[in-house]
């Protein structure tokens, strides 16, 4: 229709469409292709025509072929070399006959030239690993905020409506599919395509005229709570698919921020990707409650060697199971014969399993007007995936061990280059490190009186010397304002670098130190010892303590153990290292007998 006004070069790209339709060059395209080449091709000759007149292709200069080029692919530059692979298809149409009229003054050498002109080749090798790893930041936490309230709007109050005005659609198909005649002009015949279409159209109408979209305490949703750009409630059927393909967008965001999954698996789920550990998967919103843990199942194909990718699975909440369950039956209500989770309203690929995750996470803040919570950068999926990695590592012990399993990484460095390579989680980062020191020194400062170790010992005598210089008297030696005091001047600064090694358990070992671990910049967690002059054991540690005491007593009473000549000593002397850990403990173990009996000789 752009071409109406320029008859000689509409019917040239209506030749080499019907050329490429009937005589393709490589293998036969789908009607995807054909509209995506229709599209560029009618742009570029449509800008030609509306600045030289109509014209042929024969005609046209590089220079007025470069201008209109230019701008047909201005928004799109990554989809410069596809357009000009039009371009030269043309041109072989041309040379096999299939067609008559060819851009004959412009050369392959200037088409390619044309394609690579806006392509910016990255920089190899690269230098500063931030440039691979960091060009995707996380999302905002507004952003994500207020995306996610609407997110579970869509999830828990439409979502669950559209599967019962989706329960409508086999028996609007059953209607329409029907073997009835109509009569027109005189004469019977089966209904054509247009009137099933028009039928189908008008029942959707007069259906959802009637329903009532109810919120989960059983009010009527007159409207939606935010800014939205689709059409609500719907009164037909495009505009009632139009808004199940936001709340799979929806769907598809919160698989990408739970599971921090690539595009590629998110967007190849399959319809059976939801599990259970007893594999009792049953259709219905019932169903999730059953789930002790859901695991959503997909395969990931960046490492694989396999076309099919290799099988892995994620753990998802509740609530997200019991929206995949609905998004599963809504599939098979509309009758989709593709195993895919997700379903095309797309026209090019109506009610099949392909669908655009990339399309659905950039569109959704403007559509929706809260572009503006965004950094001026767009949501990418990978952006998804990199927010949770940030909140992993600022929530989680041991988050690069848990994020390498989630992302799917070979190697651990990988992992960490990953995380590390985000300005913001390295600021963050730092700032928590010295927010846990604090905290750290405030809980070996509180509970020093019944700490142990002859760390304790030490650090009660800098305490008492630090308040004496101070003259700070005894009975305000225990309050807040005084141990900030402590803290700061004696605990939290570099002379004493406190380390949690196990919980209540606490090495001061200052980094220039020697400890009985052998090593002076770090620390050999396994070869700590309980006679280490660093070693520190907090208050809640004391009754693990005696625990561990009365198990290796146990231990020592069996035969076996006491016939063993390597064994009951390393057994006793295990013992005497955890009775002098705490005072109190030393005093009542020092004269229980079977310390007395087993640690003969050994002296407590």
Not at 181 to 196: I, L, Y
Not at 276 to 283: L, R
Not at 328 to 345: A, C, I, K, Y
């Amino acid at each position: 229709m752009s071409l109406s006004s320029f008859p000689i070069l509409g019917m040239a790209v209506r030749r080499y469409l019907l050329a490429h339709l009937l005589f393709p060059i490589r293998r036969y395209v789908d009607l995807a292709g054909l509209q995506k080449r229709a599209n560029y091709v009618s742009r570029i000759a449509s800008l030609l025509g509306e600045a030289h007149g109509d014209m042929r292709f024969r005609d046209v200069e590089i220079g007025h072929l470069t201008t209109a080029f230019n701008a047909a692919t201005r928004n799109a530059p990554s989809l410069r070399s596809v357009v000009a692979m039009y371009l030269k298809e043309i041109g072989e149409h041309q040379r096999r006959g299939a067609i008559v009229d060819s851009f004959h003054r412009v050369s392959q050498e200037q088409l390619r030239a044309l394609a690579n002109s806006g392509l910016v080749l990255p920089i190899r090798p690269i230098k500063d690993q931030e440039d691979a790893y960091g060009k995707y930041q996380p999302l905002p936490d507004a952003y994500v905020a207020k995306a996610g309230r609407i997110w579970a709007f869509y999830l828990t109050e439409i979502l669950p409506n559209l599967d019962n005005v989706l329960g409508y659609a086999p028996e609007i198909e059953r209607v329409v599919r029907s073997p009835r005649k109509r009569v027109w002009a005189g004469r019977q015949g089966p209904r054509d395509r247009s009137t099933v279409k028009a039928q189908r159209s008008e029942m959707w109408v007069d259906f959802l005229k009637d329903y009532k979209w109810r919120a989960s305490d059983g009010e009527v949703i007159e409207s939606i709570p935010f800014n939205v750009e689709n059409e609500f409630p719907p009164r037909s059927q495009a505009s009632l698919m139009a808004l199940w393909a936001v709340v799979q967008g929806c769907l598809m965001q919160c698989l990408l921020l739970l599971t921090g999954g690539r595009v590629s698996e998110i967007e190849s789920l399959k319809r059976d990707c939801l599990i259970s550990n007893d594999n009792d998967v049953q259709a219905g919103n019932n169903a999730a409650e059953r789930f002790a843990l859901p695991r959503l199942v997909g395969r990931t194909f960046k490492l694989s060697g396999l076309k099919c990718g290799d099988e892995r699975d994620w753990p998802i909440p509740k609530k997200i199971a019991k929206a995949l369950l609905i998004q599963q039956n809504l599939g098979r209500l509309v009758g989709v014969s593709e195993e895919s989770l997700w379903v095309s309203n797309n026209r090019a690929y109506w009610m099949r399993g392909r669908i655009n995750v990339y399309h659905f996470t950039t569109a959704f803040p403007a559509s929706h007007g809260i572009e503006h919570l965004l950094d001026e950068t767009y949501a990418h999926p990978h952006r998804f995936r990199k927010t949770i990695a940030r909140l992993a590592v600022l929530s989680l012990s041991g988050a690069p061990m848990v994020l390498r399993e989630i992302f799917g990484h070979s190697d651990l460095e990988g992992t960490m280059k990953y995380i590390l390579s985000s300005p913001e989680i390295r600021s963050e980062l730092a700032d928590m490190a010295v927010e846990v020191q604090t905290e750290q020194a405030r809980d070996v400062a509180n509970g020093l009186d019944h700490a142990g170790g002859k760390a304790a010992l030490h650090l009660r005598k800098v305490r008492d010397e630090f308040f004496n210089e101070l003259r700070v008297p005894q009975n305000e030696r225990q309050q807040r304002r005084r141990m900030e005091e402590f803290v700061e001047a004696k605990l939290a600064d570099d002379s004493a670098d406190l380390k949690v090694l196990f919980p209540g358990i606490v090495c001061t070992k200052p980094k220039a130190a020697v400890g009985a671990c052998g090593l002076r910049d770090n620390v050999n967690a396994s070869s700590c010892q309980a006679t280490c002059a660093y070693f520190l054991a907090l208050p809640s540690l004391r009754k693990e303590t005696e625990q561990t005491i009365e198990w290796l007593i146990s231990q020592l009473e069996q035969q076996k153990i006491q016939e063993n000549p390597l064994l009951r000593p390393w057994y006793a002397a295990q013992l005497i290292d955890q009775i002098s850990i705490f005072p109190g403990l030393k005093e009542k173990y020092r004269t229980d007998p079977r310390c007395i009996v087993f640690t003969k000789g050994l002296g407590v």
